[in-house]
C-alpha cells in the first residue's frame, strides 16, 4: 500500500510539470497563469505567425533528421563490422563509439567549437550536424549491435550460397531483420537531436537557430505564454514519437515474471 | 582472407574517419590547450588556477553535493516505482500507461520540463501555493535560485533512466528463488533484503551511474533554476568559451570536468565488476 501511494505520487511528479506547461499555453493572460485562467489557442496562433520560430523549428527538424540519417550510414557498418569480425583494438573502438552517450555534452560541443573554429567550421549547419552525428550515432549503435545474431549469419551464407551478391544478401536477409531496431534506434537518434541545448548552443546564432536553443535563450531573460505553447508543441512531437515507439517495437518490457 | 580484412577496412572506414576528425580530433586539442599558455608554451598554470583555488573548489563541492544527492534520491524514489510497474499493476494497459509517461518527460527538452518547474516553483507558483494552503509554511519558499531548486530539477530529469534499468533488473529475477526464500521460513523483508535486493543492485547501479554522470554534467537545468544565484562546474566552464573566450582556460575546466564523469564510471563499473567475483566466489 505505501509502495503503491510512493509510486503513483512519483508518477505525478513525472507528469505535473508537462501539463503545467500545457495548461500555461492555453491561459488567456498575458503573464504565466497555472491553472489557465480562461482557455484559448491565441499563443498557437501567436508563434505560427512568428518566423523566427517557424525557421527554428525547420532547422532542428532538418538537422534532427541529416543527423539521424548520418548516425545511421556510421553506426550500421559498425555495427556489422563489430559482431561479425574480430580485429585489434575492437573494445577500444566500440569504447569511442558508445562513449558520446556518458560524457558531458557541453564538453564536446566545446571541443567541437574550438577545433572548428580552426578549419571554418563554426556557427553554420555543417558544424551543427557534425556534433550531433557525434552524439546520435551511440543511440543507433546501441539498438543494433544486439540485433547481429548468429542464425543470421548462416542465412547469410545460404543466401551467398545461392548466388546473390553480397549487397542483395545485405537488403534481402539481413536489413529486413533489423529494420525494426534501425527504426527505433532513429528515432531515438532523431529526439536526442531535437531536444538539444548543450551542443547546439555553441554554434547555433540569431539567424541560425534550434527550437531548445532559441527557448533556452528566451526563457532566461523573458518569459509569456508563447514559449508555453512552443514547448507543448515539442511535447506532443515526444508523444508522437513515443506512439511511433510503442507501435514499432512495444513498450511493455517491464513486464517479466 | 584477404577479401574478408578487406571488407572490415571498407566497414570501418566511416565510423572511424567521422569519429577520429569529430571527437577524438577535437578532444585532443582542448586537452593540449589545456596544457599550454595562450602564446602556446607548455604550462600547468591552467590547472593550477582550477585547482588551487577556494572558489573552484566550492563549485565542485556544489556540484558534487547535487550529483550525490540527485542520485540518492532518484534510487530511492526510483526503486518503488519500478517494484510497482513491475510487480504490483495487474492490468497490462495502466502498465504500458505508466511507462509512456515514463519516458515522455525522457523525450522532451531539459527546457522545456525545466520551465514546467519555474513555473510551479515560483513564489506564487503551484507548490508554494499548496503548501501555504495545507498551512505547512506561513511564507513562500525561495526555490528558484537555490540549491534545493536545482535539486528537484535534477532528480526530475533523472528520475526515468533509475526506474528504466531497476524495473529492467526487476523483471528478470527468477520468482522461484523468492518462492524457495519464502518457503523456508524467510518473511518478506527477509527476502527482499537478502535474495530480491542483491539481485537487482546491478540495475541500481547501472541507473546510479547514468544519474550520477548526467548529474555532474548538467548546464541547462542547473542554469535555469539558479537564476545566476548558484554556479556549477558545467556553467562555469561554459562561461569561458562562449564570453570569456579563454579557451585554455576552458579546457582545463572541461578537462576537469571530463575527468570527474570518467573518473566516476571507472570506479562503478569497477564495483560491479567486484560484484560479480563475489557473486562468482560464493
Redesign the interface.
Known sequence: MI??L???T??A??????V??IG?SLTETKF?A?PPQGLTLSWYAVILENPTYIRSFLTSAGLAALATMAAM???L??A??MTR?T?PGKSA?SA??LS?L???????G???????A?IGLVRNFPALL??H??IV?PFVLRTLLPLFSHDQLSQEEASRDLGASAWSTFFLVTLPQIKAGLVSGGIFAF?TS??N??LS??NTTSTLNT??VQ??NY??YS?DPS??AV?SL??LA??I???LI?WLIG??????? | MFT?RLT?L???????C??TA??????G??FV?SLTTQDGQFTLSQYGRVLLDGYHWQVIAVTFRLAILSTIICVV??Y?????????VKW?SW??A????????L??????????????LGRT??VNDALLGVGLIERPIRFLGTETGILIGLV?IL??FTVLTI??A????E?SLEHASRDLGAGPLRTFCSITFPLTMHGVMAGGT?VF??A??A??TP??LSGGKVTVL?ML??QQ??TVFD?NY??AL?IT??TF??AL?GISSWMTRIGVHEKKGN
Do not use: K
Open positions: 509502495i503503491r510512493i509510486a503513483l512519483t508518477l511528479y513525472l507528469v505535473l510539470p508537462l503545467v506547461v500555461v504565466l497555472f550510414l556510421v553506426a557498418p559498425a556489422i563490422a569480425y580485429f573502438l569511442v563509439l558520446p556518458v560524457l558531458p555534452h557541453i564538453v564536446i566545446a571541443a567541437l567549437l574550438q577545433f572548428g580552426s557534425v556534433g552525428v557525434i550515432t529526439i531535437f531536444i541545448v548543450e548552443i555553441f527550437i531548445p527557448l533556452f526563457v532566461q518569459v514559449i508555453a514547448s515539442t511535447i515526444a508523444a514519437a513515443i506512439i510503442d513498450l511493455d518490457f517491464l513486464s517479466g515474471s | 574478408s572490415l571498407w566497414l570501418l572506414a566511416l565510423p572511424l567521422v569519429f569529430f571527437f577524438l580530433i577535437p578532444l586539442v582542448v590547450a524514489l526510483g518503488p516505482l519500478a517494484w510497482y510497474l513491475v510487480r504490483i497490462r502498465r504500458r505508466c511507462v509512456i509517461m515514463l519516458i515522455l518527460p523525450f522532451t527538452s531539459n527546457i522545456v520540463r525545466s520551465f514546467g518547474w519555474m513555473v510551479l507558483g503551484l526530475y528520475l526515468p524495473g529492467n526487476l523483471a528478470r529475477v520468482p547514468i554522470s548526467m555532474i554534467s548546464y541547462v542554469a535555469l558545467a566552464a561554459f568559451y562562449s579557451f576552458g579546457g572541461s570536468l571530463l564523469t570518467m564510471i
